[in-house]
């Protein structure tokens, strides 16, 4: 944000910032045209996607550290030409250096470019003269967040820094970074001439609870012995409850129960929080639970775009079409529930090209007429109906994919590509689906289920543009592997998060990801 007040206040460019997914893309797009130099990092379909977020990753840490891809090739050059270590390198100074290329080319400059191009204007015009300046909620600093430091601790008439820390010598190895960020502050001072003074802030002003502060005070400190430890009052044991279950179901209803029992106590449910370690693995039975006993509960996790049915449904019918419409693709399809096929239409659909075997150019020629009870000439009243059914099912089915089929192959770039990707959408009518799909989930109380359904559509037309304008449209149209590869990358890149529906309910999150206030 401080780079967006300096370029606004001082003037330059404001550059444009990339999501996790569009950086993933355009390191695919990167690999694919890199492909033929590199000598290690090779895979031998070239659309490995983990060596795509494996490579995306490296470039990030390298850039957080302030270490260019010109530097990396410097630090190599010593080793060996047939060391293994220096073939891998050479491809990384490779790939990194021409990814930064390709996102200063689409957005103007790279993040670390926007820091040192603050600190610059900071520099100059005095930015933080007659201030006062207070830094907090860090464990460590960037190289490049370390100049705007600089910039600060020079300019600025007074600076605090808070670190999590009761000392600067404090011992255990979960303190490392922080004593290392100590160090480098202490240093920065040192450089700079300017006078410090370490503040250690006593007592714990969170809670009033004796129990809560002694276990703030002493779950680091090992040396102490049992019997050194806090003994909680009687009037104080409530403070901190430890409850074991023999399961996951029996641990979350005796969780549930406690609620009651705050929430009857006087305690609103909107001061109350589950934390556990990881969503996923509760998603299905703490917020059952919470809702068996008509607790109003946030689940706050984010939700995979691939997960949903309307980006299973683009990545679905490219498959159909790539490999020939095979059966149970097309069925897969179908189950999508957003091909306008009603679900006993689809029975009689799915029994019917299972029991004829029928794929390829079977699935796409004229209305069938092969009697569903197999090899006799009556046709019974049940045979009948299964037959229209499935050709009902066939035409709703099978026409819109054709055209997408046709579309695709008379397209000359990813952007044109795309286009037909949103006709298909458009003739399918998803939006209007996903619209009618969030009222009625709103309709039956599902309000979280309901926001992202709402704004799934947007995402998924997000992506078509992300695709379309961040691959090169001068390459021509990628082959439709290649098209399912970066749609798949896309969706699986990214979240779908929510707020909570309502103000008073019990909020259900991760450790390393929910925040309670």
């Known amino acids: 944000r401080l780079c967006y007040v300096t370029a606004d206040r001082y003037g330059g460019r404001t550059y444009a910032t990339l999501t996790r997914a569009s950086k993933t893309l355009l390191m695919w797009r990167n690999l694919r045209e890199l492909r033929a130099l590199m000598k290690s990092y090779v895979t031998p379909a070239g659309d490995d996607t983990s060596l795509c977020r494996m490579m995306l990753d490296i470039s990030t840490e390298l850039s957080v550290n302030a270490v260019s891809p010109a530097a990396l090739e410097d630090a190599v050059k010593g080793l060996p030409d047939d060391s293994p270590l220096k073939k891998k390198a050479g491809d990384i100074v490779l790939v990194t250096s021409a990814y930064e290329g390709l996102v200063r080319e689409i957005t103007g400059g790279v993040p670390s470019d926007r820091m040192l191009r603050a600190a610059e204007q900071i ?84 809670t009033s609870s004796p129990t809560l502060c002694a276990l703030g005070r002493e779950l680091w400190d090992f040396s102490l012995t049992p019997d050194q430890r806090f003994k909680p009052d009687a009037d104080d044991h409530d403070a901190l409850c430890m409850i074991s279950a023999p399961n996951a179901y029996e641990e979350a ?127 019974s009243n049940r045979a009948s109906a299964i037959l229209a059914a499935a050709n009902r099912a066939r035409k709703t089915l099978i026409e819109p994919l054709v055209k997408l089929e046709d579309d695709l192959k008379a397209a000359a770039s990813p952007e044109e590509q795309c286009r037909a990707l949103f006709g298909y959408l458009t003739r399918l009518k998803v939006k209007q689906q996903m619209a009618g799909l969030a009222r009625s989930l709103l309709s039956a109380g599902h309000v979280k289920e309901a926001g992202e359904t709402v704004r799934l559509w947007s995402f998924i037309i997000r992506a078509l543009a992300d695709l379309s304008i961040l691959l090169a449209p001068d390459e021509g149209a990628l082959s439709l592997d290649d098209l399912s590869a970066a749609l798949s990358i896309l969706f699986e890149e990214t979240d779908i998060g929510s707020v909570p529906g309502r103000h008073d309910c019990v909020t259900v999150g991760s450790a390393s990801t929910v925040r309670l206030e």
Not at 259 to 271: C, K, S
Not at 333 to 360: M, N, Q, S
């Open 123 to 206: 520099r100059a015009h005095d930015f933080f003269k007659g201030a006062s300046v207070y830094v907090d909620s860090f464990t460590s600093y960037t190289p490049e967040e370390y100049l705007l430091l600089r910039q600060m601790f020079a300019g600025a008439d007074n600076v605090t820094v808070t670190v999590a820390a009761e000392s600067r010598t404090v011992g255990d190895s979960a303190f490392m970074s922080v004593r290392d960020t100590i160090r480098r502050l202490s240093r920065l001072c040192e450089d700079l001439g300017t006078e410090w003074e370490d503040v250690i802030l006593t007592g714990n002003h969170r």
């Open 253 to 379: 209803h005796a969780a549930v129960l406690h609620i009651g029992e705050l929430h009857n106590a006087g305690i609103p449910y909107d001061r109350i929080a589950v934390v556990v370690r990881d969503t996923a693995e509760w998603k299905g039975i703490l917020d059952a639970c919470l809702d068996e006993y008509h607790i109003p509960c946030f689940l706050s996790d984010r939700t995979g775009l691939a997960d949903k049915p309307a980006a299973r449904l683009l990545l679905l019918a490219l498959r159909c079409i790539r490999r020939g419409y095979q059966t149970g693709d097309v069925i897969s399809l179908a189950k999508t529930g957003l091909c306008g096929v009603g679900l006993a239409d689809l029975d009689a659909f799915e029994e019917y090209v299972e029991t004829w075997r029928i794929k390829g150019s079977r699935m796409t020629g004229g209305p069938w007429n092969m009697n569903p009870d197999g090899y006799t000439i009556e046709k």
